[in-house]
């Protein structure tokens, strides 16, 4: 495939690292509809990284750290406090808290003299991946496991696993109180989870995760996969701990597919590598794409093919109870093109192409229509008391529902009989 | 000071005096289209489509490569641009309508997506084509003080069209913000509309990004309006002044980035607007934050106030208004405050001329307070009667409630309780003058 150890490894793990901690973070985030405090907090993060260096004169990853995660908690309160003192919808608050820190990251850098560190905007928005370059890697897979020595993995690497345990383990800890909290914050407040606590406990590590993440990986990656993973998984399934599980393999595959694509690919062409972590945020977005069509239950197509269902099975229902009508009523039905419903139902031997008419098969089918739509009448009009001549529309769309109310009443009441339930 | 006096009067030197009223006009056109994208709740739409336009610029660039033109002639990435923004747009509302993702997934997925695909362009342009890479670079980062003569003559054209769009489709556009229900209903093309004021911010937002850069854009569509709707109520007085403080912002932000050095623009535009908005949620006198915490505190007090006038009116009979410390702790105590809170409550009281200081250490009401008092008790007991003879809630259970109603009760909503009430010949409670009813 082309990857090697030296260039790739190290660059692969870091992304999957932080990929797997947005990933598991962001299924939260995506619940209680904020998504965008990703994007917020990796913006603003840059003048508590760039006070930071200022306050110490070092690039210490302490140092880093600590000024970052303190700009990207005061992010999330600022926006509380702009959203609940200014009573300002919670987008715009987002917009101005982090756009006003960006700029004074940016005039923070460009006033104070930084320029002779590696600390740029475009670091932060962009990741540097490519730079975990393992200098000396052994040339294959077999060596690696006999001399690969702990001490060669990068600090970057490090932070990233001890930040994905702390994710995990907060997830894990917290699952069920987290899960309350996502779904119906007032009643977690009521059983003595106060969601503000969690809320705040939850951005605390999404700024961490973002602070981890973004010096090896680029903000832009946090963001996609803060949001991505989650999202996908949010389509694929209706239960929580099923949506972390999958959201964690989206992020996996996304990484993957995306290293491969912006290293392997380009290479077979004889182009230089491309951008990796852009790459993976390119992947996660086309696997949701996918997701959005393919999905089983909530997929566009599966969801199109249900519509599609249901408008062929009413209209094989209204058909045969036509028919039926007419046969009872001793008259001729107008002469109808031939469509498919109708082609279907000859297939199935419910209609005799020949006559027009129903087989004994039809006659049954058509029975348990006509049957259902008057018990749905004679309810209308006795138990709910509408007039007998307003019954008719709600009951011609309660006829295809397979249910019907109980009890026996002879006739409808527009004096029609109820036909027996038909043999099956 | 001379120096930055002769910026703001715009003789600065011509190319301050380019960027100066280049970015003005800016603010004046991101400020005034900001507003409908702020109502439309679409604030960080604008920041989706602002990353959303860059793969359409690099794009754009590289099929201009491809094609052997000059690259980085400015309307072919301006055209590319549009594309994606537009298209990022657009999965917006899809992915919204189509699955079950909510707006914010739906704007996170697609600024992470396309600016993403924008980074992969960029850095495959850096590696195969690197004369066209810092060009292109300035549409996110932007390059506020190299503006051009001719950006600034865009921006005019834009804040011209902004402004006359404004003022001419005002009614629409707010008819529209406000209620798009009742405006399809009353039959406008609510869509049409829609997509106007859309493409007004695709417009301002494509031809801001490569004059001052992504974030500054998006901040200038975002913090303005916001600071305005601080100010106003009204639609028409929030364009005027969120277009004025956007103007504002270029105007001094740009002068002043002029005069200290080493200041970029941008971030010193951002930061002006950041200040104004700072400067209007505390200032402002309806919604500012200052106004409203004085007024939560005056109705605290007069609420505390009140209780402890009720008290001094309910034992007017035995001891004529005089209330000694342990009374005003057992107040203190039934309401829960806190001591310190019982304090102050004594020195409001004494302020409004409705009680003096005693020797016991708690308060001699005057007879002002004492018919307050009366007021609040017979207020308490007209709602407590309505509850329950109209709002069927069981006697035992509307005292809670009555206790935060009493005090606000208005002249004319007890007039109205007090003719309900009588229409259902039940007895109003009397005037109440006399403690001992009490």
Redesign the interface.
């Known amino acids: 495939m082309g990857l090697s150890i030296d260039l790739d490894l190290f660059p692969l793990i870091a992304a999957l690292l932080a990929a797997i901690s947005c990933g598991l973070l962001g299924n939260f985030l995506?619940l209680r509809?904020?998504?965008?405090m990703?994007?917020a907090i990796s913006?603003s993060v840059l003048p508590g990284l760039v006070i930071a260096f200022v306050l110490t004169a070092s690039r210490s990853p302490l140092a880093m750290f600590t000024g970052a995660l303190a700009a990207g908690v005061s992010t999330v309160l600022l926006v509380e406090l702009?959203k609940r003192?200014?009573?300002?919808?919670p987008?715009?608050?987002?917009?101005?808290v982090f756009?006003?820190l960006?700029?004074?990251g940016?005039?923070l850098l460009?006033?104070s003299d930084t320029s002779g560190v590696d600390l740029d905007?475009?670091c932060v928005?962009?990741g540097q991946l490519e730079t975990l370059v393992w200098y000396g890697a052994p040339q294959t897979w077999g060596e690696l496991w006999q001399q690969g020595s702990l001490s060669a993995v990068p600090q970057q690497v490090w932070t990233l696993l001890l930040m994905l345990v702390l994710a995990a383990g907060f997830v894990g800890a917290m699952f069920k109180e987290l899960r309350i909290a996502a779904f119906d914050p007032a009643l977690s407040t009521t059983l003595g989870f106060s969601a503000t606590g969690l809320h705040l406990a939850l951005m605390v590590f999404v700024a961490g995760a973002t602070v981890a993440s973004f010096e090896a990986v680029g903000s832009?990656?946090v963001?996609?996969m803060?949001?991505?993973p989650?999202?996908t998984a949010?389509?694929l399934t209706d239960r929580l701990a099923s949506q972390l599980i999958v959201s964690v393999l989206v992020a996996i595959a996304s990484c993957v597919l995306g290293y491969i694509a912006?290293s392997a690919v380009?290479a077979w062409f004889g182009?230089?590598s491309?951008?990796a972590?852009?790459?993976?945020?390119?992947m996660?977005?086309a696997v949701?794409t996918l997701a959005?069509f393919a999905s089983p239950r909530?997929g566009?197509i599966a969801r199109r093919w249900r519509l599609h269902a249901m408008g062929r099975s009413i209209a094989r229902d209204d058909l045969l109870a036509s028919l039926y009508r007419a046969a009872e009523a001793m008259t001729e039905l107008p002469p109808r093109a031939h469509d498919s419903v109708r082609g279907s139902l000859v297939r199935e031997g419910l209609i005799d192409d020949a006559t027009d008419s129903l087989t004994a098969a039809g006659k049954a089918e058509a029975q348990r229509v006509i049957r259902r739509h008057r018990l749905w009448e004679s309810y209308l009009a006795d138990q709910v008391g509408l007039a007998p001549d307003h019954v008719h529309e709600t009951a011609e769309r309660l006829e295809h529902l397979r249910l019907a109310p109980t009890g026996e009443p002879p006739t409808d009441p527009h004096g029609k009989p109820i036909p027996p339930e038909p043999p099956a | 000071m001379a120096e930055a006096f002769e910026v703001l009067t715009l003789q600065g030197g011509y190319n301050t005096t380019v960027v100066v009223l280049g970015t003005a006009m800016l603010g004046l056109a991101a400020g005034v289209v900001g507003v409908f994208a702020l109502l439309r709740k679409r604030s960080l739409m604008a920041d989706a489509l602002s990353h959303a336009a860059l793969p359409g610029v690099a794009g754009a660039f590289l099929a201009a490569s491809a094609l052997d033109m000059t690259g980085r002639t400015l309307p072919v990435l301006l055209i590319g641009a549009t594309v994606t923004g537009v298209l990022g747009v657009l999965s917006i509302q899809w992915l919204v309508r189509a699955t079950r993702l909510r707006e914010d997934a739906a704007i996170g997925i697609v600024l992470s997506v396309f600016f993403g695909a924008g980074i992969v362009l960029l850095s495959y342009i850096q590696k195969n084509a690197p004369e066209g890479a810092a060009g292109l670079s300035h549409f996110i980062y932007g390059q506020t003080a190299a503006m051009s003569a001719a950006d600034a003559k865009l921006m005019a054209v834009l804040a011209t069209l902004s402004v006359v769009a404004a003022g001419l489709l005002l009614k629409e556009f707010t008819l529209v913000c406000f209620n798009d229900t009742f405006a399809a209903v009353d039959g406008w093309p609510v869509s049409l509309i829609d997509l106007l004021m859309m493409a007004l911010v695709v417009v301002v937002t494509v031809a801001g990004l490569q004059a001052v850069g992504l974030i500054m854009v998006v901040a200038m569509l975002i913090i303005p309006p916001v600071a305005a709707r601080f100010w106003t109520d009204r639609a028409a007085v929030l364009i005027a002044l969120s277009g004025a403080i956007g103007a504002l912002s270029g105007y001094l932000g740009a002068s002043a980035s002029a005069v200290l050095p080493d200041a970029p623009a941008g971030s010193v535009i951002v930061l002006t607007a950041g200040t104004i908005f700072a400067i209007s949620s505390l200032a402002a006198p309806k919604r500012g934050v200052i106004a409203s915490t004085y007024r939560h505190l005056n109705l605290r007090l007069r609420i505390a106030g009140d209780h402890v006038l009720e008290k001094a009116f309910a034992h007017k009979a035995q001891d004529g208004g005089q209330l000694g410390a342990p009374e005003l702790a057992a107040v203190a105590r039934h309401q829960g405050w806190p001591a310190w809170f019982a304090v102050v409550i004594r020195w409001s009281l004494r302020g409004r001329g409705l009680a003096r200081a005693n020797k016991g250490g708690g308060v001699e009401v005057l007879a002002s307070g004492l018919a307050r008092g009366a007021t609040v008790r017979r207020n308490h007991r007209l709602w407590e009667q309505y509850l329950v003879s109209y709002a069927d809630i069981a006697p035992s259970h509307v005292d809670w409630s009555v206790d935060q109603v009493e005090h606000v009760l208005s002249e004319p909503l007890i007039t109205e309780l007090e003719s309900l009430l009588r229409a259902r010949g039940i007895a109003v409670p009397g005037a109440a003058v006399d403690g001992a009813s009490a």
């Open positions: 995506v509809r904020l998504s965008l990703g994007d913006h702009v003192l200014g009573r300002v919808e987008g715009a608050a987002m917009g101005v756009s006003v960006f700029a004074l940016v005039l460009e006033v905007a475009e928005l962009h832009i990656l963001i996609a803060l949001i991505c989650a999202a949010r389509l912006a380009p182009l230089d491309v951008n972590a852009g790459s993976m945020a390119v996660a977005g949701l959005v909530h566009v």
